[in-house]
């Protein structure tokens, strides 16, 4: 399990290969399927195969389910919502990317909340 | 253990109803999110949060809290007074795992309630372990080379007892060569153990990037700003420029304008297909401190008929 000479863990990219049946992935996150339906519906997460019995998730629907998760466990967001933030912040990190991130006020850390009516 | 002040953390009243609290909570939470805030701290300060909610949300809580009056300032030594709770009886969840010391010196754990629901798992019962997810912060000079990297956890854990403790767990993790932000790898096996034969979970780190001082980050590709002389970017130049396999020499077309973008192909992060590296021109004039440069933009000035404004219909 662990490399012999450095004795670190190794870690694999995850990708897109289709892993688990919806039962499957339900039980591995801890969640209802009728909730990882919804999410299917909203597009957060795309199953490959075409009726339900057919759907294999990926480990990346694993990563965007557990987010989904907790937008919902703590900020009370439904599955259109979710799908909404997860679309704009997306736009934003892409948009955050080309700025100059050398900026120190954009990455100043108690910028944010000297200023809290600016956000 | 230092006295937390949870109005202020809310930025309420002490006299706040339990609307105002319930609105405060859910603004602060939307904006330190640490799934939306990607600041360093936000997580702590999420937390904070969490926690102070957790005690003013519930009416019971808040004035077991009030009880202990209101000269205390937040970060001053504490200790709660003995028995000072007596009388007060909380029904509703127990708090989270990791809230501070000060919340559960005064609250209680989570031990009592947790440690009950896992004495009654039976032990022929089989069941995966949970995935754990986290947040990893690496150099871009990590995922273009590959690294080795200790990571610190802080995770749930069950005692002999059954209790619930919450242990720092340090990982060393290999971080594969190629990994892009916001991409999440596995580890697997990593995440909470399974109970009877089942497997353990497996822990999810999802990757970020530091700044970098040169170049910038969009997926696979990369972009650095090139500065040339404004000659180099009207007639035409071959410069060097740094790439993350060390320096290129790169052709700079005549009558280039300012921030166009030249490709090198497969110099971003290597994933597979690797990404492209963007050089973003940045015409810099040299400054008319000395006479010989004044002379020289005296001359364009005369010789040259042209009108930067001309679009401006001025």
């Known amino acids: ?119 | 253990m230092e006295f937390k002040d949870y109005y202020k953390i809310l930025g309420v009243e002490r006299d706040a109803t339990q609307d105002d609290i319930k609105k405060a909570y859910r603004q602060l939470a939307r904006k330190f999110h640490p799934d939306i805030n990607k600041e360093a701290g936000a997580e702590a300060k999420f937390k904070e949060i969490g926690e102070a909610y957790e005690a003013l949300g519930d009416p019971e809580k808040r004035a077991a809290y009030d009880q202990l009056g209101k000269d205390w300032k937040g970060g001053q030594e504490f200790r709660p007074p003995p028995n000072w709770d007596a009388g007060f009886e909380y029904s509703g969840k127990p708090g989270g795992a990791d809230f501070s010391d000060f919340f559960s010196s005064i609250f209680g754990s989570a031990r009592a309630e947790r440690a009950g629901r896992t004495g009654r798992a039976h032990t022929t019962f089989h069941m995966r372990g949970e995935d754990h997810h986290a947040t990893i912060v690496i150099d871009l000079h990590d995922a273009l080379n590959g690294a080795t990297r200790t990571i610190t956890l802080r995770m749930p854990e069950l005692d002999d007892d059954g209790h619930v403790l919450v242990r720092d767990k340090n990982l060393t993790v290999q971080i594969p060569k190629g990994v892009t932000e916001g991409q999440s790898i596995r580890l697997k096996g990593q995440g909470s153990p399974g109970m009877g034969d089942a497997p353990a979970g497996d822990l999810y780190l999802e990757i970020r990037f530091k700044p970098d001082s040169l170049y910038r980050v969009d997926g696979k590709n990369l972009y650095l700003d090139l500065p040339v002389a404004p000659w180099e970017a009207a007639l035409g130049a071959s410069v060097k420029m740094p790439t993350p396999l060390g320096p290129i020499m790169i052709k700079v077309p005549p009558g280039s304008a300012n921030g166009r973008e030249l490709r090198v192909r497969g110099r971003g992060i290597p994933a597979s297909p690797p990404g492209d590296l963007y050089a973003v021109l940045k015409i810099v004039w040299p400054p008319a401190t000395d006479e010989k440069a004044r002379k020289i933009y005296e001359e364009m000035a005369k010789e040259l008929a042209f009108d930067p404004r001309a679009g401006l219909g001025v």
């Not at chain 1, 919502?81 to 100059?100: Q, S, T, W, Y």
């Open chain 1, 1 to 119: 399990m662990t490399d012999e000479t450095t004795g670190a863990i190794p870690a694999e990219t995850i990708g897109t290969d289709p892993v688990y049946s919806l039962d499957e992935l339900s039980t591995a996150c801890g969640v209802e399927t009728a909730w990882v339906v919804e999410l299917v519906e909203h597009g957060i997460i795309e199953p490959h195969g075409r009726s339900v019995s057919e759907w294999r998730f990926s480990r990346l629907s694993v990563v965007r389910l557990a987010k989904a998760k907790r937008f919902e466990r703590d900020l009370g967001i439904n599955p259109a919502g979710i799908a909404l933030v997860l679309d704009l912040l997306n736009e934003i990190d892409r948009l955050k990317a080309r700025l100059n991130v050398k900026d120190p006020r954009a990455m100043s850390p108690g910028h944010a909340s000297e200023h809290p009516d600016l956000s």
